[in-house]
């Protein structure tokens, strides 16, 4: 008789214990979920707080972005990269390379606007150390990227005379060369190129172009001299015409009979 009763007192303590070890578990995990969102909110309070930390987390963002870009994966890297300027706004590769990601999109002017804020970024950088070659290379990439060819030129050219060693920058250079044809110029910054990189393809087929544009300057030249060598014989030719002419005697007219 009195088993039913013990099998009760034990449910009832089974079902209380139960109830006790949920709500402990319940609130171990409110406490570390609050452990959790205390911590994030420290670590970005401390980004926030430490300028230089926040620096190097949107560089280590940039660098995931560009590998995200080199495999194509372009919606991505632009997130990324837009993460990168929340952190720091004054990084002027994310702005470069945000840029960059939103050509491959076909964001035409939000790519331009980007690179624009590159420009202006990289210029105070040169400005405060003008022997960064990487920024001078970078400022380069983001004239070229607008049509900008004589400063990007400019920035290309200086950025392989404090790195003389730096292939791409060569290649860069003798690309924006090619566009505004000087090709001379084009011509020896493409062989510079293959010098350290003999296997560039992309140098060699552009410095065939160079070549060809040189040929074509110096055929152009030949032709407008011989033309205007013709037009000086010419009018020399004219002139001694009309000088010839003028120095004929005038008839004497015969005098009147009466």
Do not use: W
């Not at 035409?108 to 420009?119: L, V």
């Not at 493409?190 to 010098?195: D, N, V």
């Amino acid at each position: 008789m009195h088993t039913p009763l013990a099998t009760k007192t034990s449910r009832s303590l089974l079902v209380v214990s139960l109830s006790l070890f949920i709500a402990g578990e319940m609130c171990a995990c409110r406490r570390n979920a609050g452990k959790n969102t205390n911590a994030n909110g420290n670590a970005s309070s401390s980004t926030a707080n430490d300028p230089e930390q926040a620096k190097r987390q949107a560089q280590s963002l940039v660098e995931q972005g560009k590998e995200l870009y080199k495999n194509d994966q372009d919606e991505q890297a632009a997130e990324i990269f837009k993460q990168a300027l929340n952190h720091d706004p004054n990084n002027a590769e994310a702005h470069l390379r945000l840029g960059m990601s939103y050509a491959a999109l076909e964001k035409r002017t939000e790519a331009e606007d980007s690179y624009k804020k590159a420009i202006e970024l990289y210029k105070k950088k040169v400005q405060s150390d003008p022997k960064d070659a990487a920024a001078f290379f970078n400022l380069g990439e983001a004239h070229s990227f607008l049509h900008q060819n004589e400063d990007a030129a400019r920035s290309y050219r200086q950025a392989t005379r404090l790195k003389d060693d730096d292939e791409e920058a060569f290649y860069q250079l003798g690309v924006a060369e090619t566009r505004l044809a000087h090709y001379p110029e084009a011509t020896a910054a493409f062989q510079k190129a293959l010098e350290l990189d003999p296997d560039d393809y992309r140098a060699s087929d552009a410095l065939e172009n160079a070549k060809e544009g040189s040929q074509r300057i110096k055929e152009g030249k030949k032709h407008a001299e011989d033309m205007l060598k013709k037009q000086q014989e010419n009018a020399n030719a004219n002139g001694n015409t009309n000088t010839s002419s003028s120095a004929k005697p005038t008839p004497r007219r015969s005098p009147t009979r009466p």
